[in-house]
Nanobody
Framework: QVQLVESGGGSVQAGGSLRLSCAASGNTARTYCMGWFRQAPGKGREGVAGIGSDGSTTYADSVKGRFTISKDNAKNTLYLQMNSLKPEDTALYYC??????????????????WGQGTQVTVSS
């Protein structure tokens, strides 16, 4: 079992920045690839960014150039730096972990473990 706890969400005006954190605990001895997903009201869950087993990063087109994903292995913590936020970035953001299967991180919304989510609200 792996537990994921997100933090760092909040309300910000358009153009602002937030940094999300996801602390992983439990059976982290196995190799998990981690990523961020989000779900806006009335919409399905979508992939935002992830780090693959080869260390490569993958981003949704909608956030490229604005969001940066990173991981501190010593702290078992995943981050998402979000800059130039837009109202359409408003959503519940989830951290996710899945067993790595080689290669890059797929942004398809599936995972072995999910966090509880942290709300990001961007006002215009």
């Amino acid at each position: 079992q792996v537990q994921l706890v997100e933090s760092g969400g909040g309300s910000v005006q358009a153009g602002g920045s937030l940094r999300l954190s996801c602390a992983a605990s439990g059976n982290t001895a196995r190799t998990y690839c981690m990523g961020w997903f989000r779900q806006a009201p009335g919409k399905g869950r979508e992939g935002v960014a992830g780090i693959g087993s080869d260390g490569s990063t993958t981003y949704a087109d909608s956030v490229k150039g604005r969001f940066t994903i990173s991981k501190d292995n010593a702290k078992n913590t995943l981050y998402l730096q979000m800059n130039s936020l837009k109202p359409e970035d408003t959503a519940l953001y989830y951290c996710a972990a899945r067993l790595c299967n080689g290669g890059g991180f797929s942004l398809h919304p599936w995972a072995h473990y999910w966090g509880q989510g942290t709300q990001v609200t961007v006002s215009s």
